[in-house]
């Protein structure tokens, strides 16, 4: 049973392994209070994405365009605040209405034209990075006003005063670690009622410590620094909502029922071209925002933004534990995976190592996880042959 569990936790135990390993390796530098606020802020586009593009992979689709369409966009309000002097709250929805339309573009041609999704967005990767250029000029726009800038470097503060540990900090990590602790003690009696048999008491209450202990120690150390980042609120939202659509909805089974069997669900009355274009209009918006919280931390929009960002997403997405053929994959093992990808990318700075030396660790990194998901895959099918 424990084996069992350790295996389908597997991102979890990667991260651990990461955390540990970098601690060891930096002195504890990765987990001093500044670094760790710093790896939420500097890694908040590339959650972002993460959900974006698990559900996307879900479906049994890819999206190469969400770097280069987090660029336009970032590029486009950078244009809107900066020349047109449009108040930063209009941009933002505008933003988003852009990227919502180039998700639908790419999608009618998937959904609809029947074009492979590869071929769509690597056309949608290679336009709209030429068009960054065009909206830019080659040129770098800055200096955004404080509640734009506020969406990738802004933080919750001294609400309640100033204070060396911020209590409002700490009061709200504790309830979201009583909140998890009654949801899984919940769904533990809920699981041994329906089915009569669960994992080991002593294994639930190991586990459920050790992620309460992780969550608490994030929480103090975002506490002593300078207290919730804004990105993380935002990304928590995020987290939450396309949980529950994944999880609770209809259009949530119908996205796993499309990657695991595109025929079957047709079959069964799913209109996969529908749901098909919302998947992708869906990746629109969240590559818009991932673009939006890029350039609000910079303070610029930049030609070159955007550029690798579909690959940390996809890398992230195949960490988390989704699946390459479709099928399989949940929004909390994106987020890990994402959180596993800003880890190595931080910890091998911290070392000092070279562009192409964090390159080849996360390429391997990444062939392991799809690796490892064709081997449990494989083995699964041998146990039940």
């Given at each position: ?266 079959l069964s009355g799913v209109k ?70 800003g880890l190595l990318n931080n ?19 990444l062939l392991a996880a799809v ?15």
């Amino acid at each position: 049973m424990i084996l069992r569990d350790l295996r389908r936790n597997s991102m979890v135990v990667a991260l651990v392994i990461v955390v540990a390993l970098f601690s060891f390796l930096t002195d504890g530098t990765v987990v001093r209070d500044a670094n760790i606020s710093n790896l939420i802020a500097q890694n908040g586009y590339v959650l972002i994405l993460a959900v974006g593009m698990v559900m996307v992979i879900i479906a049994g689709h890819i999206d190469l365009s969400v770097g280069s369409v987090a660029g336009f966009v970032g590029a486009a309000a950078g244009v809107m605040i900066a020349y047109w002097s449009i108040p930063w709250p209009i941009v933002i929805v505008l933003a988003l209405a852009v990227g919502g339309l180039i998700g639908a573009w790419q999608g009618f041609w998937i959904a609809y034209v029947g074009v492979p999704s590869f071929i769509v967005t690597l056309a949608g990767m290679i336009t709209f990075r030429g068009l960054t250029l065009v909206v830019l000029g080659r040129n770098n726009i800055g200096s955004f006003p404080e509640g734009y800038r506020a969406l990738g470097n802004g933080f919750l503060t001294d609400l309640a005063g100033e204070y060396e540990t911020d209590p409002v900090t700490v009061g709200v990590f504790v309830l979201a670690a009583a909140v998890i602790a009654l949801a899984a003690v919940r769904s533990r009696k809920r699981r041994l009622r329906l089915n009569g048999a669960d994992e080991p008491f002593a294994w639930f209450l190991t586990k459920l410590v050790i992620q309460l202990g992780a969550l608490l120690f994030v929480g103090f150390a975002l506490a002593r620094y300078k207290g919730i980042p804004v990105i993380l609120i935002i990304v928590v939202l995020i987290v939450i909502i396309y949980t529950v659509l994944t999880r609770r909805t209809a259009f949530g089974r119908h996205v796993y029922a499309i990657g695991g069997n595109r025929r079957a669900a047709e079959l069964s009355g799913v209109k996969t071209k529908r749901a098909d274009l919302l998947i992708f209009v869906n990746m629109g918006v969240l590559a818009a925002l991932a673009g939006l919280v890029f350039t609000a931390r910079l303070n610029l929009s930049n030609p070159s933004s955007g550029t690798g960002f579909e690959l940390e997403a996809i890398a992230a997405a195949f960490v988390g534990g989704a699946a390459i053929q479709g099928g399989a994959g949940t929004v909390g093992g994106a987020v890990i995976g994402g959180v596993v990808i800003g880890l190595l990318n931080n910890g091998m700075s911290i070392l000092g190592l070279g562009t192409e030396w964090q390159q080849t660790v996360k390429g391997l990194v990444l062939l392991a996880a799809v690796g490892f998901d064709f081997w449990n895959k494989r083995r699964l099918a041998r146990s039940r042959a």
